[in-house]
Protein backbone atom coordinates (compact mmCIF):
# COMPACT_ATOMS: atom_id res chain seq x y z
CA UNK A 1 0.00 0.00 0.00
CA UNK A 2 1.32 3.46 -0.88
CA UNK A 3 2.22 5.62 2.31
CA UNK A 4 0.79 8.87 2.64
CA UNK A 5 2.23 11.89 2.84
CA UNK A 6 2.27 13.23 6.75
CA UNK A 7 2.58 16.64 6.38
CA UNK A 8 -0.76 15.82 3.97
CA UNK A 9 -3.70 17.32 4.93
CA UNK A 10 -6.64 15.37 4.75
CA UNK A 11 -10.34 16.51 3.09
CA UNK A 12 -12.30 18.02 5.72
CA UNK A 13 -9.29 18.79 8.10
CA UNK A 14 -9.46 22.34 8.89
CA UNK A 15 -5.95 24.35 8.27
CA UNK A 16 -5.41 27.19 10.70
CA UNK A 17 -2.89 30.46 10.02
CA UNK A 18 -0.47 30.00 13.04
CA UNK A 19 3.30 30.31 13.26
CA UNK A 20 3.42 27.89 16.06
CA UNK A 21 4.51 24.94 14.58
CA UNK A 22 7.25 26.63 12.65
CA UNK A 23 8.37 28.05 15.91
CA UNK A 24 8.43 25.11 17.49
CA UNK A 25 10.13 22.85 14.73
CA UNK A 26 12.92 25.27 14.24
CA UNK A 27 13.65 25.63 18.19
CA UNK A 28 13.53 21.47 18.50
CA UNK A 29 15.72 21.23 15.39
CA UNK A 30 18.72 23.02 17.25
CA UNK A 31 18.40 21.79 20.05
CA UNK A 32 21.47 19.70 21.17
CA UNK A 33 21.47 19.10 25.05
CA UNK A 34 25.33 18.06 24.51
CA UNK A 35 25.74 21.64 24.61
CA UNK A 36 24.65 22.62 27.48
CA UNK A 37 26.80 22.39 30.79
CA UNK A 38 27.25 23.05 34.62
CA UNK A 39 27.17 26.41 35.01
CA UNK A 40 23.86 26.84 32.27
CA UNK A 41 21.94 24.57 34.73
CA UNK A 42 22.96 26.63 37.68
CA UNK A 43 22.01 30.37 35.61
CA UNK A 44 18.68 28.51 34.85
CA UNK A 45 17.80 27.57 38.55
CA UNK A 46 19.11 30.97 39.50
CA UNK A 47 16.51 32.86 37.52
CA UNK A 48 12.91 33.49 38.56
CA UNK A 49 11.51 33.21 34.84
CA UNK A 50 13.30 30.88 32.78
CA UNK A 51 13.27 31.34 28.87
CA UNK A 52 13.57 28.48 26.28
CA UNK A 53 17.19 28.16 26.61
CA UNK A 54 17.15 27.65 30.41
CA UNK A 55 14.08 25.03 29.60
CA UNK A 56 16.63 23.43 27.41
CA UNK A 57 19.56 23.46 30.37
CA UNK A 58 17.43 22.22 32.53
CA UNK A 59 16.30 18.86 30.43
CA UNK A 60 19.49 18.02 29.41
CA UNK A 61 22.14 15.68 30.45
CA UNK A 62 24.28 18.48 32.67
CA UNK A 63 21.28 18.84 35.10
CA UNK A 64 21.56 15.42 35.88
CA UNK A 65 23.47 16.05 39.26
CA UNK A 66 21.03 19.14 40.54
CA UNK A 67 17.70 17.00 40.27
CA UNK A 68 17.63 18.03 44.17
CA UNK A 69 17.92 21.38 43.44
CA UNK A 70 15.58 21.35 40.59
CA UNK A 71 13.01 19.36 42.54
CA UNK A 72 13.72 21.77 46.00
CA UNK A 73 12.87 24.65 43.81
CA UNK A 74 10.06 23.38 42.13
CA UNK A 75 8.28 22.62 45.13
CA UNK A 76 8.72 26.18 46.22
CA UNK A 77 7.28 27.21 42.83
CA UNK A 78 4.37 24.49 43.01
CA UNK A 79 3.60 25.47 46.16
CA UNK A 80 3.32 29.76 45.24
CA UNK A 81 1.34 28.83 42.49
CA UNK A 82 -1.13 25.80 43.76
CA UNK A 83 -0.58 26.16 47.67
CA UNK A 84 -1.28 22.49 49.12
CA UNK A 85 -4.17 21.55 46.26
CA UNK A 86 -4.23 18.20 44.28
CA UNK A 87 -6.91 18.10 41.77
CA UNK A 88 -9.02 14.60 41.55
CA UNK A 89 -10.37 13.01 38.42
CA UNK A 90 -11.08 10.36 36.45
CA UNK A 91 -11.14 8.97 32.92
CA UNK A 92 -14.21 7.13 31.43
CA UNK A 93 -13.00 5.28 28.46
CA UNK A 94 -16.61 5.27 26.22
CA UNK A 95 -15.50 3.97 23.01
CA UNK A 96 -12.29 1.82 22.07
CA UNK A 97 -13.01 1.64 18.29
CA UNK A 98 -10.15 3.10 16.03
CA UNK A 99 -9.43 3.37 12.88
CA UNK A 100 -5.31 4.39 12.88
CA UNK A 101 -2.77 2.08 12.95
CA UNK A 102 0.16 3.36 15.36
CA UNK A 103 2.91 0.14 16.06
CA UNK A 104 3.45 1.13 20.07
CA UNK A 105 -0.90 1.16 20.84
CA UNK A 106 -3.35 -0.66 22.23
CA UNK A 107 -6.05 0.25 20.53
CA UNK A 108 -3.87 -0.08 17.06
CA UNK A 109 -6.65 -0.81 14.49
CA UNK A 110 -4.88 -3.97 13.75
CA UNK A 111 -5.07 -5.41 17.18
CA UNK A 112 -7.31 -7.94 18.02
CA UNK A 113 -8.61 -6.79 20.84
CA UNK A 114 -12.11 -6.78 22.41
CA UNK A 115 -13.76 -3.24 21.10
CA UNK A 116 -16.67 -2.02 22.26
CA UNK A 117 -18.90 1.26 22.75
CA UNK A 118 -21.27 2.16 25.48
CA UNK A 119 -25.04 3.08 24.50
CA UNK A 120 -25.43 6.57 26.03
CA UNK A 121 -28.07 4.75 29.08
CA UNK A 122 -24.89 2.58 29.82
CA UNK A 123 -22.75 6.02 30.32
CA UNK A 124 -25.39 7.13 32.46
CA UNK A 125 -24.92 4.76 34.76
CA UNK A 126 -20.61 4.69 34.55
CA UNK A 127 -20.95 8.43 35.33
CA UNK A 128 -23.65 7.87 38.32
CA UNK A 129 -21.44 5.41 39.76
CA UNK A 130 -18.51 7.37 39.76
CA UNK A 131 -19.72 10.49 40.62
CA UNK A 132 -20.61 8.51 43.83
CA UNK A 133 -17.39 8.50 44.53
CA UNK A 134 -16.95 12.25 45.24
CA UNK A 135 -15.44 13.19 41.96
CA UNK A 136 -16.52 16.09 39.66
CA UNK A 137 -14.34 16.07 37.27
CA UNK A 138 -14.58 13.66 34.54
CA UNK A 139 -12.08 13.29 31.39
CA UNK A 140 -13.78 11.01 28.88
CA UNK A 141 -12.20 9.50 26.09
CA UNK A 142 -12.57 8.32 23.04
CA UNK A 143 -10.78 5.75 20.34
CA UNK A 144 -9.94 7.70 16.88
CA UNK A 145 -13.02 6.53 14.65
CA UNK A 146 -15.36 9.57 13.53
CA UNK A 147 -17.55 6.63 12.28
CA UNK A 148 -18.24 4.40 15.83
CA UNK A 149 -17.87 7.22 17.93
CA UNK A 150 -19.05 10.53 16.08
CA UNK A 151 -19.07 14.62 17.47
CA UNK A 152 -22.99 13.72 18.39
CA UNK A 153 -22.18 11.02 20.62
CA UNK A 154 -19.26 12.61 22.08
CA UNK A 155 -21.36 15.30 22.64
CA UNK A 156 -24.14 13.32 24.05
CA UNK A 157 -21.95 11.74 26.35
CA UNK A 158 -20.55 15.34 27.93
CA UNK A 159 -24.44 16.63 28.06
CA UNK A 160 -24.86 13.64 30.30
CA UNK A 161 -22.05 13.83 32.32
CA UNK A 162 -23.08 17.58 32.88
CA UNK A 163 -25.58 16.77 35.26
CA UNK A 164 -22.98 15.18 37.52
CA UNK A 165 -19.85 16.97 36.99
CA UNK A 166 -18.96 20.11 36.92
CA UNK A 167 -15.58 19.61 34.87
CA UNK A 168 -15.26 17.76 31.90
CA UNK A 169 -12.31 17.44 29.55
CA UNK A 170 -11.99 15.19 26.61
CA UNK A 171 -9.04 13.06 25.53
CA UNK A 172 -10.69 12.03 21.80
CA UNK A 173 -9.39 12.74 18.03
CA UNK A 174 -8.74 15.83 16.96
CA UNK A 175 -11.33 18.27 15.98
CA UNK A 176 -12.11 20.91 13.84
CA UNK A 177 -12.59 24.49 15.31
CA UNK A 178 -16.19 24.12 15.04
CA UNK A 179 -16.42 20.93 16.31
CA UNK A 180 -14.81 22.17 19.50
CA UNK A 181 -17.08 24.84 19.58
CA UNK A 182 -19.97 22.50 19.49
CA UNK A 183 -18.39 20.20 22.15
CA UNK A 184 -17.62 23.48 24.46
CA UNK A 185 -21.47 24.04 23.73
CA UNK A 186 -22.07 20.61 25.45
CA UNK A 187 -20.10 21.66 28.50
CA UNK A 188 -16.78 20.25 27.90
CA UNK A 189 -14.00 22.90 28.93
CA UNK A 190 -10.60 21.13 28.66
CA UNK A 191 -8.67 19.02 25.58
CA UNK A 192 -5.82 17.04 25.69
CA UNK A 193 -4.39 16.19 22.49
CA UNK A 194 -1.20 14.56 22.59
CA UNK A 195 1.87 14.56 19.72
CA UNK A 196 3.56 11.81 20.88
CA UNK A 197 6.62 12.49 19.08
CA UNK A 198 7.59 15.55 17.44
CA UNK A 199 10.25 13.81 15.58
CA UNK A 200 8.12 13.88 11.77
CA UNK A 201 10.64 10.95 10.94
CA UNK A 202 9.90 9.24 14.06
CA UNK A 203 6.30 10.30 13.77
CA UNK A 204 5.55 8.97 10.07
CA UNK A 205 7.40 5.68 11.16
CA UNK A 206 5.15 5.01 13.85
CA UNK A 207 1.76 5.93 12.47
CA UNK A 208 1.45 3.48 9.85
CA UNK A 209 -1.86 4.44 8.86
CA UNK A 210 -5.58 6.44 10.12
CA UNK A 211 -5.99 10.05 10.16
CA UNK A 212 -3.47 10.24 12.77
CA UNK A 213 -0.74 9.80 10.45
CA UNK A 214 -1.13 13.48 9.69
CA UNK A 215 1.22 15.10 11.68
CA UNK A 216 0.09 18.91 11.72
CA UNK A 217 -3.50 18.88 12.51
CA UNK A 218 -2.77 16.95 15.13
CA UNK A 219 -0.03 19.67 16.31
CA UNK A 220 -2.59 22.39 15.80
CA UNK A 221 -5.37 20.39 17.64
CA UNK A 222 -4.81 22.90 20.88
CA UNK A 223 -5.22 26.32 18.80
CA UNK A 224 -8.03 25.05 17.42
CA UNK A 225 -9.79 24.08 20.68
CA UNK A 226 -8.67 27.50 21.93
CA UNK A 227 -10.41 29.16 19.04
CA UNK A 228 -13.03 26.87 19.20
CA UNK A 229 -13.53 28.83 23.18
CA UNK A 230 -12.13 25.86 25.01
CA UNK A 231 -10.88 27.14 28.70
CA UNK A 232 -7.91 24.66 28.46
CA UNK A 233 -5.37 22.57 26.78
CA UNK A 234 -3.11 20.00 28.19
CA UNK A 235 0.33 18.87 25.86
CA UNK A 236 2.20 15.75 25.99
CA UNK A 237 4.73 13.72 23.96
CA UNK A 238 4.92 9.93 24.34
CA UNK A 239 8.25 9.57 26.36
CA UNK A 240 10.18 7.01 24.99
CA UNK A 241 9.16 7.20 21.62
CA UNK A 242 11.93 8.90 20.14
CA UNK A 243 14.36 10.93 22.32
CA UNK A 244 12.78 12.06 25.24
CA UNK A 245 14.74 15.30 25.93
CA UNK A 246 14.04 16.63 22.38
CA UNK A 247 10.70 15.48 22.52
CA UNK A 248 10.14 16.73 26.26
CA UNK A 249 11.91 20.27 24.93
CA UNK A 250 9.84 20.41 22.37
CA UNK A 251 6.37 19.58 24.32
CA UNK A 252 7.54 22.44 26.31
CA UNK A 253 8.07 24.72 23.00
CA UNK A 254 4.53 24.00 21.97
CA UNK A 255 3.11 25.42 25.55
CA UNK A 256 4.79 28.09 25.71
CA UNK A 257 4.17 29.43 22.48
CA UNK A 258 0.49 28.37 22.29
CA UNK A 259 0.20 30.01 25.90
CA UNK A 260 2.12 33.31 24.45
CA UNK A 261 -0.47 33.35 21.78
CA UNK A 262 -3.54 32.42 23.79
CA UNK A 263 -2.65 34.00 27.16
CA UNK A 264 -5.97 33.23 28.94
CA UNK A 265 -5.86 29.51 27.77
CA UNK A 266 -4.84 27.36 30.89
CA UNK A 267 -2.18 25.00 30.09
CA UNK A 268 -1.42 21.84 31.26
CA UNK A 269 1.03 18.69 30.66
CA UNK A 270 1.04 15.09 31.19
CA UNK A 271 3.95 12.96 30.81
CA UNK A 272 3.43 9.25 29.35
CA UNK A 273 5.84 6.91 29.12
CA UNK A 274 5.69 3.80 26.99
CA UNK A 275 4.72 0.77 29.03
CA UNK A 276 3.60 -2.92 28.47
CA UNK A 277 -0.05 -3.24 26.41
CA UNK A 278 -1.93 -6.07 25.23
CA UNK A 279 -0.32 -7.75 21.66
CA UNK A 280 2.57 -5.85 22.01
CA UNK A 281 5.69 -6.20 24.34
CA UNK A 282 7.81 -3.16 24.81
CA UNK A 283 10.98 -3.10 22.46
CA UNK A 284 13.28 -1.20 21.11
CA UNK A 285 12.86 2.42 23.33
CA UNK A 286 14.67 5.14 24.17
CA UNK A 287 14.62 4.31 28.47
CA UNK A 288 12.92 6.62 30.44
CA UNK A 289 13.20 5.61 33.76
CA UNK A 290 12.26 7.16 36.86
CA UNK A 291 14.88 9.90 37.45
CA UNK A 292 14.72 11.26 33.93
CA UNK A 293 10.91 11.16 34.09
CA UNK A 294 11.07 12.94 37.50
CA UNK A 295 13.70 15.46 35.60
CA UNK A 296 11.54 15.93 32.89
CA UNK A 297 8.39 17.03 35.08
CA UNK A 298 10.74 19.33 37.05
CA UNK A 299 11.79 21.30 34.19
CA UNK A 300 7.97 21.44 33.06
CA UNK A 301 7.65 22.80 36.61
CA UNK A 302 10.63 25.50 36.71
CA UNK A 303 9.31 27.18 32.91
CA UNK A 304 5.84 27.31 33.20
CA UNK A 305 5.20 27.41 37.17
CA UNK A 306 1.66 28.25 36.14
CA UNK A 307 0.83 24.90 34.48
CA UNK A 308 -0.96 21.75 35.84
CA UNK A 309 0.63 18.49 35.78
CA UNK A 310 -0.79 15.67 35.86
CA UNK A 311 0.80 12.31 37.14
CA UNK A 312 -0.46 9.08 35.48
CA UNK A 313 -1.83 5.86 36.40
CA UNK A 314 1.06 4.12 34.50
CA UNK A 315 3.27 4.91 37.00
CA UNK A 316 3.91 3.21 40.16
CA UNK A 317 2.12 4.71 43.61
CA UNK A 318 5.41 5.00 45.68
CA UNK A 319 6.66 7.19 42.28
CA UNK A 320 3.18 9.17 42.12
CA UNK A 321 3.05 9.70 45.14
CA UNK A 322 6.70 11.79 45.65
CA UNK A 323 5.97 13.85 42.82
CA UNK A 324 2.75 15.59 44.31
CA UNK A 325 3.59 18.85 45.52
CA UNK A 326 6.81 18.90 44.34
CA UNK A 327 6.08 19.29 40.62
CA UNK A 328 2.56 17.24 40.30
CA UNK A 329 -0.35 19.01 40.49
CA UNK A 330 -3.14 16.69 39.68
CA UNK A 331 -3.79 12.83 39.45
CA UNK A 332 -6.33 10.46 38.73
CA UNK A 333 -8.17 8.28 41.03
CA UNK A 334 -10.46 4.98 41.06
CA UNK A 335 -9.07 4.38 37.14
CA UNK A 336 -10.46 1.95 35.08
CA UNK A 337 -8.89 2.31 31.37
CA UNK A 338 -11.11 -0.12 30.02
CA UNK A 339 -14.46 0.81 27.97
CA UNK A 340 -17.03 1.13 30.74
CA UNK A 341 -15.83 -1.30 34.14
CA UNK A 342 -17.18 1.09 36.98
CA UNK A 343 -20.20 -0.70 37.27
CA UNK A 344 -20.67 -4.29 34.54
CA UNK A 345 -17.76 -5.88 32.75
CA UNK A 346 -15.90 -3.60 30.55
CA UNK A 347 -16.92 -3.70 27.10
CA UNK A 348 -13.86 -3.25 25.53
CA UNK A 349 -9.88 -3.69 26.21
CA UNK A 350 -7.59 -1.39 27.91
CA UNK A 351 -5.40 0.73 26.27
CA UNK A 352 -2.57 0.16 28.51
CA UNK A 353 -2.49 -1.26 31.71
CA UNK A 354 -2.28 0.57 35.11
CA UNK A 355 0.11 0.98 38.02
CA UNK A 356 -1.55 2.21 40.40
CA UNK A 357 -4.83 0.95 41.06
CA UNK A 358 -6.14 2.81 44.08
CA UNK A 359 -9.62 3.95 44.72
CA UNK A 360 -10.40 7.67 44.86
CA UNK A 361 -10.97 7.73 48.81
CA UNK A 362 -7.35 5.34 49.06
CA UNK A 363 -5.67 8.37 47.39
CA UNK A 364 -7.92 11.04 49.02
CA UNK A 365 -6.31 9.52 52.38
CA UNK A 366 -3.00 9.46 50.83
CA UNK A 367 -2.93 13.08 49.73
CA UNK A 368 -4.28 13.74 53.41
CA UNK A 369 -1.62 11.93 55.01
CA UNK A 370 1.05 13.63 52.72
CA UNK A 371 -0.23 16.84 54.10
CA UNK A 372 -1.76 18.30 51.15
CA UNK A 373 -5.81 18.95 49.84
CA UNK A 374 -7.67 17.22 47.67
CA UNK A 375 -9.56 19.37 45.51
CA UNK A 376 -12.39 17.98 43.67
CA UNK A 377 -14.29 21.32 41.56
CA UNK A 378 -11.59 23.74 40.81
CA UNK A 379 -14.09 25.18 37.71
CA UNK A 380 -17.50 26.78 36.59
CA UNK A 381 -17.96 26.64 33.11
CA UNK A 382 -19.59 29.37 31.32
CA UNK A 383 -21.35 27.41 29.51
CA UNK A 384 -24.50 24.57 30.12
CA UNK A 385 -25.09 25.94 33.35
CA UNK A 386 -27.28 22.44 33.84
CA UNK A 387 -23.38 21.86 35.90
CA UNK A 388 -24.51 24.30 38.57
CA UNK A 389 -27.17 21.39 39.78
CA UNK A 390 -24.58 19.20 41.28
CA UNK A 391 -23.00 22.11 43.49
CA UNK B 1 30.41 40.92 18.53
CA UNK B 2 27.65 43.69 17.11
CA UNK B 3 25.23 44.25 19.94
CA UNK B 4 22.46 46.62 17.79
CA UNK B 5 19.43 47.95 19.13
CA UNK B 6 16.86 47.51 16.22
CA UNK B 7 13.30 49.52 16.65
CA UNK B 8 11.39 49.66 13.72
CA UNK B 9 14.01 48.08 11.05
CA UNK B 10 16.59 51.28 12.23
CA UNK B 11 19.52 49.51 14.21
CA UNK B 12 21.74 51.82 16.72
CA UNK B 13 24.80 51.02 18.81
CA UNK B 14 23.81 52.91 21.60
CA UNK B 15 20.71 51.85 24.03
CA UNK B 16 21.04 55.38 26.25
CA UNK B 17 18.01 57.91 24.53
CA UNK B 18 18.24 61.11 25.88
CA UNK B 19 15.06 62.89 26.89
CA UNK B 20 15.47 67.00 26.12
CA UNK B 21 13.62 68.78 28.01
CA UNK B 22 15.04 69.54 31.38
CA UNK B 23 18.38 70.82 30.56
CA UNK B 24 19.68 74.06 28.49
CA UNK B 25 19.32 73.96 24.90
CA UNK B 26 23.06 74.72 24.71
CA UNK B 27 24.18 71.54 26.78
CA UNK B 28 22.40 69.20 24.39
CA UNK B 29 25.50 68.70 22.03
CA UNK B 30 27.68 67.90 24.94
CA UNK B 31 25.06 65.75 26.60
CA UNK B 32 24.81 63.71 23.78
CA UNK B 33 28.40 62.95 22.88
CA UNK B 34 29.57 62.60 26.79
CA UNK B 35 26.47 59.79 26.61
CA UNK B 36 26.67 58.47 23.30
CA UNK B 37 23.68 58.87 22.40
CA UNK B 38 22.20 57.88 18.92
CA UNK B 39 18.57 58.95 19.77
CA UNK B 40 16.88 61.65 21.81
CA UNK B 41 13.61 62.60 22.28
CA UNK B 42 12.34 66.37 21.13
CA UNK B 43 8.89 67.54 22.31
CA UNK B 44 6.76 68.84 19.11
CA UNK B 45 5.37 71.63 21.18
CA UNK B 46 8.54 72.89 21.77
CA UNK B 47 9.46 72.80 17.87
CA UNK B 48 9.63 76.86 16.93
CA UNK B 49 10.37 76.59 13.68
CA UNK B 50 12.29 79.17 12.31
CA UNK B 51 11.70 80.95 16.01
CA UNK B 52 14.22 81.40 18.88
CA UNK B 53 15.46 78.65 20.72
CA UNK B 54 14.09 76.07 18.71
CA UNK B 55 15.18 72.21 20.18
CA UNK B 56 15.75 70.86 16.72
CA UNK B 57 18.01 73.11 15.90
CA UNK B 58 20.00 72.55 18.67
CA UNK B 59 20.26 68.59 17.81
CA UNK B 60 23.66 67.43 16.08
CA UNK B 61 23.74 66.17 12.68
CA UNK B 62 23.55 62.64 12.84
CA UNK B 63 21.23 61.80 15.46
CA UNK B 64 17.64 60.37 14.74
CA UNK B 65 15.06 62.47 16.35
CA UNK B 66 11.97 61.03 19.04
CA UNK B 67 9.20 63.54 18.33
CA UNK B 68 6.86 62.78 21.21
CA UNK B 69 3.57 63.89 21.78
CA UNK B 70 3.45 65.39 24.95
CA UNK B 71 0.92 67.81 25.71
CA UNK B 72 -1.50 65.23 24.52
CA UNK B 73 -4.71 64.28 26.42
CA UNK B 74 -6.73 62.01 24.38
CA UNK B 75 -5.75 59.83 21.03
CA UNK B 76 -6.79 62.21 18.98
CA UNK B 77 -4.46 65.15 19.93
CA UNK B 78 -1.53 62.83 19.91
CA UNK B 79 -2.27 61.71 16.31
CA UNK B 80 -2.43 65.47 15.52
CA UNK B 81 0.73 66.02 17.23
CA UNK B 82 2.41 63.29 15.61
CA UNK B 83 1.55 64.20 12.16
CA UNK B 84 2.81 67.81 13.01
CA UNK B 85 6.11 66.15 13.98
CA UNK B 86 6.24 64.53 10.43
CA UNK B 87 5.19 68.00 8.68
CA UNK B 88 8.41 69.31 10.21
CA UNK B 89 10.35 66.97 9.08
CA UNK B 90 11.39 64.54 12.27
CA UNK B 91 11.09 61.76 10.57
CA UNK B 92 8.92 58.77 11.16
CA UNK B 93 9.61 57.59 14.90
CA UNK B 94 6.86 59.09 17.05
CA UNK B 95 7.17 58.49 21.12
CA UNK B 96 3.49 58.40 21.84
CA UNK B 97 2.67 59.67 25.28
CA UNK B 98 -0.76 60.48 26.14
CA UNK B 99 -1.39 62.01 29.80
CA UNK B 100 -4.57 63.60 31.09
CA UNK B 101 -3.77 63.92 34.54
CA UNK B 102 -1.44 66.88 34.97
CA UNK B 103 -0.77 65.87 39.16
CA UNK B 104 1.25 62.98 38.43
CA UNK B 105 2.32 62.68 35.14
CA UNK B 106 0.13 59.22 34.47
CA UNK B 107 -0.21 57.96 31.15
CA UNK B 108 -3.02 57.10 30.32
CA UNK B 109 -3.08 53.16 28.49
CA UNK B 110 -6.08 53.18 27.11
CA UNK B 111 -5.78 56.81 24.83
CA UNK B 112 -2.47 55.55 24.67
CA UNK B 113 -2.98 52.06 22.66
CA UNK B 114 -6.01 53.90 19.98
CA UNK B 115 -3.23 56.74 19.01
CA UNK B 116 -0.97 53.97 18.75
CA UNK B 117 -2.86 51.66 16.45
CA UNK B 118 -3.94 54.76 14.46
CA UNK B 119 -0.52 55.83 14.03
CA UNK B 120 1.36 52.00 13.55
CA UNK B 121 -1.46 52.21 10.55
CA UNK B 122 -0.01 55.77 8.73
CA UNK B 123 3.63 54.22 8.98
CA UNK B 124 4.97 56.23 11.88
CA UNK B 125 7.63 53.70 13.99
CA UNK B 126 5.24 54.18 17.04
CA UNK B 127 7.16 53.59 20.44
CA UNK B 128 4.39 53.90 23.41
CA UNK B 129 5.17 55.15 26.69
CA UNK B 130 2.82 53.32 29.07
CA UNK B 131 2.14 52.38 32.67
CA UNK B 132 3.37 48.34 33.16
CA UNK B 133 0.59 46.59 32.26
CA UNK B 134 1.06 43.37 30.35
CA UNK B 135 -2.53 43.07 29.14
CA UNK B 136 -1.71 46.41 27.26
CA UNK B 137 1.27 45.74 26.32
CA UNK B 138 -0.12 42.65 24.33
CA UNK B 139 -2.63 44.94 22.96
CA UNK B 140 0.10 47.62 21.93
CA UNK B 141 1.49 44.80 19.88
CA UNK B 142 -1.16 43.86 18.07
CA UNK B 143 -1.63 47.38 17.51
CA UNK B 144 1.73 47.74 15.36
CA UNK B 145 3.95 49.05 17.96
CA UNK B 146 7.41 49.30 17.48
CA UNK B 147 8.84 48.94 20.96
CA UNK B 148 6.97 49.37 24.57
CA UNK B 149 7.73 51.78 26.94
CA UNK B 150 7.02 51.41 30.58
CA UNK B 151 7.61 53.93 33.18
CA UNK B 152 10.23 52.77 36.07
CA UNK B 153 8.47 55.32 38.75
CA UNK B 154 6.30 58.46 38.17
CA UNK B 155 8.09 61.08 35.36
CA UNK B 156 10.89 63.13 36.89
CA UNK B 157 11.03 61.25 40.42
CA UNK B 158 14.37 60.12 39.65
CA UNK B 159 12.85 56.65 42.09
CA UNK B 160 14.25 54.07 40.05
CA UNK B 161 12.92 50.78 39.03
CA UNK B 162 9.33 50.87 41.03
CA UNK B 163 7.68 49.11 38.57
CA UNK B 164 10.52 46.35 38.04
CA UNK B 165 8.04 42.87 38.99
CA UNK B 166 5.49 44.69 36.20
CA UNK B 167 8.65 45.15 33.80
CA UNK B 168 10.43 42.00 33.95
CA UNK B 169 6.56 40.53 33.21
CA UNK B 170 7.44 42.76 29.90
CA UNK B 171 10.51 41.58 28.99
CA UNK B 172 9.93 38.15 29.42
CA UNK B 173 6.32 37.95 27.58
CA UNK B 174 6.63 40.59 24.38
CA UNK B 175 9.04 40.54 22.06
CA UNK B 176 9.40 44.24 21.19
CA UNK B 177 12.51 46.08 22.68
CA UNK B 178 11.41 47.13 26.31
CA UNK B 179 12.02 50.57 27.29
CA UNK B 180 12.72 52.07 30.56
CA UNK B 181 11.80 55.76 30.35
CA UNK B 182 10.60 57.76 33.33
CA UNK B 183 11.83 57.79 37.30
CA UNK B 184 15.49 56.47 36.22
CA UNK B 185 16.99 58.65 38.84
CA UNK B 186 20.75 57.43 38.98
CA UNK B 187 23.11 55.66 36.60
CA UNK B 188 22.74 52.53 38.94
CA UNK B 189 19.18 52.17 38.37
CA UNK B 190 19.58 52.29 34.61
CA UNK B 191 22.55 49.64 35.09
CA UNK B 192 19.98 47.29 37.07
CA UNK B 193 17.15 48.10 34.42
CA UNK B 194 19.46 46.61 31.93
CA UNK B 195 20.57 43.82 33.66
CA UNK B 196 17.08 42.40 33.86
CA UNK B 197 16.75 42.48 30.22
CA UNK B 198 15.56 46.56 29.23
CA UNK B 199 16.62 46.73 25.54
CA UNK B 200 17.35 50.59 26.44
CA UNK B 201 16.69 53.04 29.09
CA UNK B 202 15.30 56.49 28.82
CA UNK B 203 16.64 59.65 30.70
CA UNK B 204 16.17 63.25 31.21
CA UNK B 205 15.64 64.10 34.40
CA UNK B 206 18.41 62.31 36.12
CA UNK B 207 21.07 64.02 33.98
CA UNK B 208 19.12 67.45 34.04
CA UNK B 209 19.00 67.61 37.67
CA UNK B 210 22.88 66.77 37.89
CA UNK B 211 25.31 69.60 39.42
CA UNK B 212 27.53 68.42 36.78
CA UNK B 213 25.16 67.86 33.67
CA UNK B 214 27.97 67.11 31.28
CA UNK B 215 29.80 64.02 33.53
CA UNK B 216 26.45 62.72 34.38
CA UNK B 217 25.66 61.73 30.69
CA UNK B 218 29.34 59.93 30.81
CA UNK B 219 28.22 58.00 34.00
CA UNK B 220 24.81 57.00 32.16
CA UNK B 221 26.81 55.97 29.11
CA UNK B 222 28.79 53.47 31.02
CA UNK B 223 26.18 52.44 33.17
CA UNK B 224 24.11 51.55 30.86
CA UNK B 225 26.77 49.76 28.78
CA UNK B 226 27.74 47.63 31.92
CA UNK B 227 24.32 46.73 32.49
CA UNK B 228 23.31 45.57 28.94
CA UNK B 229 27.22 43.43 28.86
CA UNK B 230 25.96 42.22 32.50
CA UNK B 231 22.80 41.09 30.74
CA UNK B 232 24.48 39.73 27.96
CA UNK B 233 26.52 37.93 30.36
CA UNK B 234 24.18 35.98 32.28
CA UNK B 235 24.16 37.26 36.00
CA UNK B 236 26.26 34.44 38.21
CA UNK B 237 24.04 32.34 41.12
CA UNK B 238 23.05 34.12 44.49
CA UNK B 239 23.77 31.44 47.31
CA UNK B 240 21.06 32.39 49.74
CA UNK B 241 21.80 29.63 52.34
CA UNK B 242 24.05 26.81 52.99
CA UNK B 243 23.80 23.70 50.70
CA UNK B 244 21.80 20.97 52.31
CA UNK B 245 23.55 17.54 51.98
CA UNK B 246 21.02 15.08 52.08
CA UNK B 247 18.41 14.52 49.24
CA UNK B 248 14.88 14.33 50.84
CA UNK B 249 12.78 15.27 47.48
CA UNK B 250 14.90 12.94 45.23
CA UNK B 251 15.95 10.28 47.58
CA UNK B 252 12.92 8.19 46.57
CA UNK B 253 14.28 7.30 42.79
CA UNK B 254 15.84 4.21 42.78
CA UNK B 255 14.08 2.96 46.32
CA UNK B 256 13.19 -0.74 45.32
CA UNK B 257 10.02 -1.10 46.63
Not at chain 1, 350 to 356: G, N, R, T, V
Request: with cysteine.
Amino acid sequence: MMKTNPMTYLANMEQIESDVFEKVLSRVSSYDYTQYKDCDVKCALLKDTLNPDDFAALLSPAAKPYLEEMAQKSKALTHKHFGNSIQLFTPLYISNYCENNCIYCGFNCKNKIKRGKLSLEEINTELKTISETGLKEILILTGESRQKSDIQYIGEAIKLAKTYFSTIGIEIYPLNSEEYSYLNNCGADFVSVYQETYNLVKYESVHLSGPKRVFPYRFHAQERALMGHMYGVSFGALLGLDDFRKDAFATGMHAYFVQRKYPSAEISFSLPRIRPYINHEEKEINDVDEGALFQVMLAYRLFMPYASITISTREKAHFRDHTLGVCATKMSAGVVVGVGGHVAEIKGDEQFEISDPRSVAEIHSMILQKGLQPVYTNHITSKGLVGWGVW
Amino acid sequence: MRDRLIIGGHDFGSRFILGSGKFSLDMTETVIQNGGVEMATIAVRRANKNGEENIIDYMPKGITLLPNTSGARSAEEAVRIARLARELGCGNFIKVEVIRDSKYLMPDNYETLRATEILAKEGFIVMPYMHPDLNVARDLVSSGAAAVMPLGAPIGSNKGLLTKAFIEMLIDEIELPIIVDAGIGKPSQACEAMEIGCAAVMANTAIATARNVALMATAFKLAIESGRAAYLAGLGRVLDRCGEASSPLTGFLGENL
